[in-house]
């Protein structure tokens, strides 16, 4: 069973930039593909930011120019930073990574006030 760490989530105001950060225990991390979703409360949960093993990156419409998406393969780690943030960012964010087989992440939880 693969292990997905992740960290980063909060209480941020309007405006506020957090940084979320998985750490996987998995070998060869680079061939995987990595993906972010988000939960907001009481709905589904979304794909916000994908970066696949080429390292190309898609965003949702509704975090382009807000989200930014990275991976580090020498530290089996993906990260997404959250700029601009509003309020309908609020959720728990959730890390995956897929090959043949998705794993994810516990999830953090990220509140952005108003």
């Known amino acids: 069973q693969v292990q997905l760490v992740e960290s980063g989530g909060g209480l941020v105001p309007a405006g506020g930039s957090l940084r979320h950060s998985c750490g996987a225990a998995?070998?060869?991390?680079?061939?995987?593909?990595t993906r972010w979703y988000h939960e907001a409360p009481g709905k589904q949960r979304v794909l916000v930011a994908s970066?696949?093993?080429?390292?190309?990156?898609a965003y949702a419409d509704s975090v382009k120019d807000r989200f930014v998406i990275s991976r580090d393969n020498a530290k089996n780690s993906v990260y997404l930073q959250m700029s601009s943030l509003k309020p309908e960012y609020t959720g728990v964010y959730f890390c995956?990574?897929?090959?043949?087989?998705?794993?994810w992440g516990q999830g953090t939880q990220v509140t952005v006030s108003s």
């Open positions: 995956n990574v897929y090959r043949a087989m998705s794993f």
């Open positions: 998995i070998i060869y991390f680079s061939l995987y593909d």
């Open positions: 970066i696949d093993r080429n390292g190309t990156v």
